[in-house]
């Protein structure tokens, strides 16, 4: 399955008018379970940043963790950096019509070579290293760019059927060149990299892969059979909703002993 072009098509599709990117943003934040754990993560690490903290939303995508980070502290000055080159776009277009553009900004730019020495307090990355074959240069880029004692927080499929992939299945995504990471394998990563502090727990439990089927799975099945399904996708989203929702809100409160997602957690 192809999700990049579907991506595209919705940031195109709410480039327009303000409110429309905005109720984008809140169907993200409703809809993917992968936030929900991101909101969580970032309620608990707020308070161990600065103030005036500087950030990077590393594959900042169509910008909706910037838009949280820079709503949950109005003193974070934020950088968002993607290889797409449209999102970028659009991503500025929108902080800068909703008059954000002073504290977040976006650029193109590849982790695997982006550089910035002793910049940032906190960098997030979110469901972007399974994109990257060169983890091990994204990972280093990511250490030296962090001031000292700052904090990486990531989410990535895990290598418990992360990817929706059993036994020899192909990934669900085209676009990944890996299908998840094992605990120690990113554990040591990290270490390699420099990072002397490292916390991992899973996500998608049980529960997390129902409400992922029902909100994820199936709907990006039929998008690749024909954009027409957007049409249909309101009206399943009605039905499969708060079906969904309830499975998502057990995966987030259940301490899950395996599951298909990594949320880990480093320091410099």
């Not at 553009?101 to 982790?111: G, I, N, T, Y």
């Not at 998840?180 to 990299?193: D, F, H, P, T």
């Not at 079906?243 to 298909?260: A, E, Q, Y």
Request: aromatic share 14%.
């Amino acid at each position: 399955m192809q999700y990049e072009p579907i991506k595209d098509l919705l940031g195109k599709f709410f480039s327009g008018p303000l409110f429309l990117r905005k109720f984008l943003y809140t169907c993200l934040d409703l809809i993917l379970l992968r936030t929900w754990h991101i909101k969580k993560a970032l309620g608990r690490l707020k308070n161990k940043l600065p103030a005036d903290a500087t950030v990077l939303d590393a594959g900042s995508g169509l910008g909706q963790y910037s838009w949280r980070m820079c709503r949950l502290n109005k003193n974070w000055k934020i950088r968002g950096v993607d290889i797409n080159e449209s999102q970028v776009s659009d991503c500025n277009t929108f902080f800068r019509r909703a008059g954000m553009s002073a504290r977040v900004s976006f650029s193109q730019a590849d982790l695997a070579l982006y550089i910035e020495p002793d910049t940032y307090n906190f960098i997030l990355c979110v469901d972007v290293m399974e994109h990257i074959k060169e983890d091990d240069a994204v990972f280093s880029n990511f250490y030296k760019s962090l001031k000292n004692d700052g904090l990486l927080l990531i989410s990535t499929p895990s290598d418990k059927g992360g990817s929706d992939v059993h036994d020899d299945t192909k990934s669900f995504i085209d676009e990944h060149v890996r299908n998840g990471y094992g605990i120690e394998e990113i554990k040591n990563k990290l270490a390699r990299a420099g990072f002397r502090e490292t916390e991992t727990k899973y996500t998608y439990g049980k529960p997390g892969n129902i409400s992922w089927l029902l909100t994820m799975k199936l709907p990006v099945r039929m998008l690749n059979v024909s954009y027409f399904f957007f049409i249909l996708l309101p009206f399943y989203y009605l039905v499969f909703f708060p079906v969904s929702m309830i499975f998502s809100f057990f995966d987030l409160c259940l301490r899950h002993k395996t599951g298909t997602g990594l949320l880990v957690i480093a320091r410099k």
